[in-house]
């Protein structure tokens, strides 16, 4: 699909760690670019470096109201969905709440980008698809049982995606984000992402808490990969690469062990005192999954997906963020 400059991109979520970034990005390509956000999770300081952009437009709405997202569709190209509730624990401590947001408001901005008749519907999927699928790599067609609310809301976007393009011809693409972590990403909150929150304790010089022994890994993938699916999966012009879903990944698993690591080894560049921070651990995480490595050939055979970051590469970018903005 040939996608022409100036055309119109609804970012849901667009204040939010990814959704700011993919805001960024696309303004810097000369889209025009509309922010749906309720700034339950996301951040206007996330916004500040774009608010007077012409080519941009925010609206303060909620896709559990029907009305903001049929609002926020209006004259649009491409809807990239990035709104939801994330996190496992948040999911099990309120799984209604989770529910509201992840499947209704997902229904609700389906519906409503059908029949404002956009190009395609490019979404937020995630690796919690998998579930307890022990099989490594994780292929897109292999699959196990949910293990938290959270990652049930997720697979029900997906057959949502897919009965809608059957039934009413809507292009949609899922993309099964693996740990994204970078710039942008809030350290605070009692469900903060891992990176980030170990980031800001050890420029404290405190000592991060790692569930379970550290051996649990993770395909951890840097946000400018993230952009580059995003990218792909809205202009791509493969037939056969749509109304499907993709891992979104590096292709590399690490453990947290080996995160810690890393980041205590760039953080000491700024801060030597940081080398010494010790280490602490405590108890699993209900609903965590032990390991998760995506494969990312369909990616790659049926996008030219390229990801350029590895964990390391990405960890070194997003610690002189976060030195530089947080400290």
Known sequence: MQVKKKD?????????????????????????????????TGH?????????NPNFRLIE??????????????????VLHQAALGSVPRSINDPVTTNDVNVSGFLNMLVASRDAKVKRFVYAASSSTYGD??????????IGKPLSPYAITKYVNELYAEIFSRTYGIETI???YFNVFGRKQDPNGAYAAVIPKFVMQLMNQESPVINGDGNFSRDFTYIDNVIQMNELAMTTANPKAINTVYNTAYGDRNTLNDLVGYLKEFLAEFNPEIANVEIKYGPNRAGDIPHSLA????????????????LQEGLREAVKWYWENLR
């Open 174 to 176: 899922g993309l099964r």
């Open 133 to 142: 699928s022990i099989g490594l790599p994780k292929v897109e067609d292999v």
């Open 61 to 78: 709405g909620d896709i559990r109201n029907v009305e903001d997202c049929q609002n926020a569709v209006k004259g649009v190209d491409y």
């Open 295 to 310: 494969s990312i050939d369909k990616a790659k055979e049926l996008l030219g997906y390229d990801p350029k970051y590895s």
């Open 44 to 52: 206007r300081h996330n916004l500040k470096d774009f608010i007077n």
């Open 8 to 40: 119109t991109i609804l970012i849901t979520g667009g204040a939010g760690f990814i959704g700011s970034n993919l805001t960024e990005y696309f303004l810097s390509k000369e889209y025009k670019v509309i922010c749906l956000d309720n700034f339950a």
